[in-house]
């Protein structure tokens, strides 16, 4: 994966935790399957230690006395949180009291030693913008379009999070906890974090346009149609999955994956290959961008399990992109991973998942 675009005056930002009660060992081994499910670069794996490059920038770990110590470097302030977070998130599995008294370097310990200067400050990857208009477009989606900072986002880092609270309650925003990771409202305050691709930018306007696809039933759907302009919502991110493609691609993407497609295109002028595209009725309008070297098929929803198989079959060193319901991508992923392919050379992910059957 590559880091997504930064400044070139930004300097380097790292930071560096002990983990006296973490075996490198252990950690060491936990690493290896991390990196090895999230298709990340094992830049170093030796007993003086391990580091993964990531599309935020480097994490790495390393014995120190009876424990380990981890490392985390990026360009970007907001890299940095998205670095913390993952590596409190993973620890917490194996080590959730070592992942609860992780102390950054980094860290400004504030009047009370709690870790950091402000308790009610948000965190580096989260921004407050407001709601600054929605256009019902005639293909099934609804382009929202939110003001406020966007300096952050590049050509390559297209995804993001919203931070929708609940109706009717003061929204509760998100902090950084004593351990450096962010801290998520609970309870009747929890906030809806779906994900959406940041479909435009200007940055010289501070506007952040995102298509969302009208799945009646959805929150952020119903969110988008009830909210007056200037509510505030959180924005997270910009997060993984970059634009860019080398080689010729094989992409499958549903009604939801359509806006993340789009930006591929227009991303990469020279593409070639094959994109198919699962959706039906209005869905079919969805205003794609040219794309001269690629042939668009357009299929029924339902096919793009077999679909997928039959192109991982018939070309098996191609770029595969796809993005649709979780079952669906969890199969191809496996299958994929299968073929024992080189690593960069895909991005699979789940968009959405199908409700279970009543029982």
């Known amino acids: 994966m590559s880091i997504p675009q930064h400044r070139p005056d930004d300097a380097l930002r790292e930071a560096r935790a002990p983990l006296p009660q973490v075996p490198f060992d252990a950690l060491r081994g936990m690493v290896r399957l991390w990196a090895a499910e999230h298709d990340l670069t094992v830049e170093q794996d030796a007993a003086a230690g391990i580091a993964l490059r990531t599309a935020y920038g480097q994490i790495a770990f390393a014995p120190d006395g009876r424990g380990a110590v981890a490392h985390v470097a990026t360009p970007r302030l907001d890299f940095l949180q998205a670095l913390r977070d993952s590596v409190v998130g993973h620890l917490s599995h194996a080590w959730p009291e070592a992942a609860r008294g992780l102390r950054w370097s980094d860290a400004d310990p504030g009047a009370d030693g709690a870790g950091a200067a402000d308790p009610d400050a948000l965190p580096d990857n989260v921004r407050l913008m407001t709601l600054a208009g929605v256009e019902v477009l005639d293909c099934g989606f609804l382009r929202v379009t939110l003001a406020g900072d966007v300096t952050r986002f ?4 297209i995804h993001f999070r919203l931070g929708i609270p609940p109706v009717g309650r003061a929204p509760c925003w998100p902090r950084i906890g004593a351990n450096g990771a962010t801290v998520w409202p609970t309870g009747a305050d929890t906030l809806h974090l779906p994900v959406y691709t940041a479909r435009y930018i200007d940055r010289a306007a501070g506007r952040l346009v995102f298509d969302l696809f009208a799945h009646e039933g959805g929150r952020a ?11 505030e919502v959180a924005v997270i991110g910009p997060g993984g999955g970059t634009a860019q493609i080398t080689g010729e691609i094989r992409g499958f993407a549903d009604e939801t994956a359509f806006p993340a497609i789009a930006r591929v295109i227009e991303r990469n002028p020279d593409l070639t290959g094959e994109i198919c595209l699962f959706g039906s009725g209005a869905a ?4 794609m961008p040219p794309a001269p070297g690629v042939t668009m098929r357009w299929y029924d929803p339902e096919e793009m399990g077999t679909r997928a198989a039959a192109a991982l079959a018939a070309a098996p060193d191609a770029w595969f992109w796809l993005a649709g319901e979780r079952t669906c991508s969890q199969d191809f992923r496996r299958a994929y991973k299968a073929t024992e392919p080189p690593q960069g050379r895909s991005y699979i992910a789940a968009y959405w998942q199908r409700a279970a059957a009543p029982v």
């Open 154 to 157: 590049s050509d390559d880092a």
């Open 284 to 287: 079919r309008r969805y205003p």
């Open 221 to 231: 759907l119903a969110w988008a149609r009830s909210m007056a302009r200037g509510v």
